[in-house]
């Protein structure tokens, strides 16, 4: 059965010598040589006179390149100005283009001639040209949570054939979905070098999940062996968000808050880009002071004492703060100046007036004897 098999599919190689039936092809780099063999082995026919190259054009009209004399071991190039000074044609007939174009995908045909027969060996030739590295280009520096945003054009140059483009983020393929990712592309063919230019432009609904993730594209191209991938270097994106919560604290000197005392109330949105501007509203007031995210009260009075408030500038989302100002007042009782006959004796007081239950010792009650004409009398917190 092998053998058979065998002897078949020599019969076939036989025929394709001989009449031109069955392709090869050969594939080849852009700018590299591309080798054609003349077949195998038979250049070495006997009576072999010489071997020749042609190309076929689209009309089928046959355009002569090269020829190798068998026996007088020299080679001619036909004046083809396509072709010169790019051709080689070796001892064996492979004929060798260098730095291949696009425009060599011809139909490339040896020929060798006896006294009696030509042989025709057809060779496909096929040129890959591997695009530029895939960059995205046209891409914004922020993205904004729930909206369609432009990640940008992802272009890759000079490809042949043509290329395709794929999106990813964080190494996971992007596909269209209605709503949430638009892709859309585009394809040029530079009709001097024929090479290939596509263009890929990605549109992607952002969420907070995004903070941080990698964007990139890859191109996927034809060589050879079959495809290639080439990526891009990753793009990441600051994220913007609303603000969905914010929060009021104080920033003062001491933890307790004492009468005189200069404090800033502090507002902070938690979106991105972070809110600048707020309204604050004092304790019993409706209308809010607009403000930079540091609202400033100086020499704070103890009628402060209050909730404190501050909202967006679109009165959405409040936060409030309880502020307590401290204070200790110390007075004498009586107060002012007292008019005493000399040996009379006087009961004074030191009060004290405060806002939390103060743990004073003693205030001094002083039952004093006067003799001088004035005396000044003060009484201070122990
Ligand atoms: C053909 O010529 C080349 C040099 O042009 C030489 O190197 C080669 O040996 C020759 N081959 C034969 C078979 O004479
Ligand atoms: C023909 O000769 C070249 C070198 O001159 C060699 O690289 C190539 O492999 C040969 N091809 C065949 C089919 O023998
Ligand atoms: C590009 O995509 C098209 C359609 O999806 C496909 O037919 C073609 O083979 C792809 N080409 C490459 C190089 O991936
Ligand atoms: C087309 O290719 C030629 C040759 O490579 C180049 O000079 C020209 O700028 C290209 N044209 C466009 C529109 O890219
Ligand atoms: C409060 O601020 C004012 C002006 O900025 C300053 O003169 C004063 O010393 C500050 N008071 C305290 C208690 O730090
Ligand atoms: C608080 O007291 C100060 C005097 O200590 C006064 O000027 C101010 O108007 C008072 N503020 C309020 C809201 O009553
Ligand atoms: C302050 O003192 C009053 C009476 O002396 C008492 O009823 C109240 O509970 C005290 N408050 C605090 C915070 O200790």
């Given at each position: 059965m092998a053998a058979s098999a065998l002897l078949t599919v020599c019969v076939l190689c036989a025929a394709t010598l001989r009449t031109g039936f069955g392709l090869h092809t050969v594939s080849a780099i852009y700018g590299e040589t591309i080798?054609?063999?003349?077949?195998?082995?038979?250049?070495?026919?006997?009576?072999?006179?010489f071997g020749k190259w042609k190309y076929e054009q689209p009309d089928e009209n046959a355009v002569f390149v090269?020829?190798?004399?068998?026996?007088?071991?020299?080679?001619?190039?036909?004046?083809?100005p396509e072709y010169n000074g790019r051709l080689d044609l070796s001892e064996n007939y492979t004929l060798s283009i260098s730095n291949a174009r696009i425009t060599d995908e011809k139909r490339f045909v040896c020929m060798l001639i006896t006294g009696e027969n030509v042989f025709e060996v057809p060779t496909l030739v096929r040129v890959f040209k591997p695009?530029?590295?895939?960059?995205?280009?046209?891409?914004?520096?922020?993205?904004?949570?729930?909206?369609?945003?432009?990640?940008?054009?992802?272009?890759?140059?000079?490809?042949?054939?043509?290329?395709?483009?794929?999106?990813?983020?964080?190494?996971?393929?992007?596909?269209?979905?209605?709503?949430?990712?638009?892709?859309?592309?585009?394809?040029?063919?530079?009709?001097?070098?024929?090479?290939?230019?596509?263009?890929?432009?990605l549109q992607y609904m952002s969420t907070k999940n995004d903070i941080d993730a990698r964007f990139s594209c890859a191109v996927t191209y034809y060589m050879p062996n079959g495809m290639a991938l080439m990526e891009s270097d990753p793009v990441i994106f600051d994220i913007y968000y609303p603000t969905e919560k914010v929060t009021i604290h104080v920033q003062s000197p001491k933890k307790t808050i004492k009468e005189g005392d200069n404090i800033t109330l502090k507002c902070i949105g938690n979106g991105n880009p972070p809110p600048q501007e707020f309204l604050f509203y004092l304790p019993g007031q409706e209308e809010g002071i607009r403000s930079s995210s540091a609202y400033l009260i100086n020499d704070i009075k103890r009628n402060a004492t209050g909730d404190y408030k501050c909202s967006l500038l679109n009165k959405v989302m409040i936060a409030s703060t309880m502020v307590t100002v401290h204070y200790l007042d110390l007075s004498l009782t009586p107060s002012g100046d007292i008019t005493k006959q000399i040996g009379d004796s006087l009961s004074v007081s030191c009060i004290p007036s405060a806002s939390k239950n103060v743990s004073v010792t003693w205030m001094k009650v002083s039952v004093i004897p006067f003799y001088g004409r004035h005396k000044h009398l003060l009484c201070t917190q122990i």
């Open positions: 080798d054609i063999p003349c077949g195998r082995g038979q250049e070495k026919l006997d009576g072999l006179l090269a020829t190798r004399s068998a026996v007088k071991n020299r080679t001619s190039f036909d004046d083809v695009p530029s590295k895939p960059e995205i280009i046209n891409q914004p520096t922020f993205m904004e949570t729930g909206k369609l945003n432009i990640v940008g054009d992802c272009v890759s140059k000079d490809s042949y054939p043509d290329a395709n483009i794929t999106w990813y983020r964080n190494g996971q393929v992007l596909l269209p979905i209605d709503g949430v990712v638009s892709i859309e592309w585009s394809k040029e063919r530079n009709s001097t070098s024929g090479l290939h230019n596509i263009r890929s432009s």
